[in-house]
């Protein structure tokens, strides 16, 4: 199918990188080395201005989500819609989750105030998938509070231009930052990523972890991907990637019936005319086209979709069928 459905650019990682990877893999007959993973930390660190202390690498961004029972949350408030795996590993663990609903009818705005003073875990996303709002550093920063961590998933931060709200840089006592190359660099099937926070709080989240939990070629792609030229080469594949967003959102709210939601991020969340959402998808799974539904984040309904940015070519796919599928619909 014509994939709009997964938050992944492009086939594969670019030569420069598959050759980066594939000159690795002599290196496979031998466990991963403590000196491969202070180089990645290293790297990171150089990044993102901080210590190599700083930096806990990992088997992508959502080993860090599996990880969070180990810090022994009384309370964890999630902040939704949002991406739905952190609150399932917390709930399988038993750690008691509320759930923090942000409001369509302002923009999805993020208010500190609505986050429970008891949580001592607090998780949020920036952008939020699914709705691709960014929101303010200052607003984010307002959720930290004595006894309490603050973990702020910024899997997409670098496909926004200048990352403009991120924390990776932060200090803040208490927060965690998750950061993925899954999705910059084509790297779904090879799972890397980094935690960016204080030694002892990345040495509790990495308590239960077994050895060698990072492989050789994930190492060697978190170094890769975090040298300047890399960094560079993302800045200017984010620039290219929110000039391709704002087209497909204006050909998109062109559809009569379609309503593109404001956001900031590699993806768009559409609202489509009440009740037709699952009949929609139908056509489009007819049409060999695949989206993904908005009924499973809690807070959306099913008449809600999500869709990957993508070449203008299958844009104009999804735009015709988009529109066959609403002919006569009242938007």
Same mark, same amino acid.
């Given at each position: ?73 009384? *309370? ?13 590993? *917390? ?39 699914? %709705? ?83 492989? %050789? ?46 956001? %900031? ?6 609202? *489509? ?22 009924? %499973? ?35």
């Amino acid at each position: 199918m014509l994939d709009f459905a997964v938050n992944v650019q492009g086939s594969g990682p670019p030569a420069w990188l598959r050759d980066r990877l594939a000159a690795a893999l002599d290196g496979l007959g031998r466990y991963p080395s403590a000196a491969h993973d202070a180089a990645a930390r290293e790297a990171v660190a150089a990044r993102h201005g901080r210590r190599p202390d700083e930096v806990l690498v990992l088997a992508g961004s959502a080993e860090g989500f599996a990880l969070l029972p180990a810090l022994r949350p009384r *309370l964890a408030a999630v902040v939704h819609p949002g991406f739905t795996e952190p609150e399932a590993a *917390l709930r399988a663990a038993g750690v008691p989750v509320v759930r923090v609903l942000t409001d369509e009818a302002d923009g999805h705005r993020l208010r500190p105030g609505a986050v429970p003073a008891e949580a001592d875990l607090v998780v949020v996303g920036n952008p939020a998938n699914p %709705t691709g709002v960014l929101y303010p550093a200052a607003d984010v920063r307002a959720l930290a509070a004595p006894g309490r961590v603050l973990l702020v998933d910024e899997a997409f931060a670098d496909a926004v231009p200048g990352e403009p709200e991120t924390l990776a840089g932060d200090r803040l006592p208490g927060l965690l930052v998750l950061r993925s190359l899954t999705k910059t660099w084509a790297l779904a099937g090879l799972r890397a990523g980094y935690a960016l926070g204080s030694p002892d709080l990345l040495a509790r989240l990495a308590a239960p972890r077994p050895h060698w939990p990072v492989s %050789t070629l994930a190492l060697e792609a978190v170094i890769a991907c975090s040298a300047p030229a890399a960094v560079a080469e993302g800045r200017a594949a984010a620039a290219r990637l929110a000039a391709a967003r704002a087209e497909q959102a204006a050909r998109l709210a062109a559809v009569p019936g379609v309503t593109v939601l404001p956001g %900031t991020a590699p993806y768009l969340l559409l609202c *489509l005319p009440a009740g037709h959402g699952p009949r929609v998808r139908a056509a489009l799974r007819a049409d060999g086209i695949a989206v993904r539904r908005g009924d %499973t984040f809690p807070g959306l309904g099913p008449d809600h979709v999500r869709v990957a940015v993508r070449p203008a070519e299958q844009v104009t796919r999804l735009v015709d069928a988009l529109a066959g599928a609403l002919v006569g619909v009242a938007a």
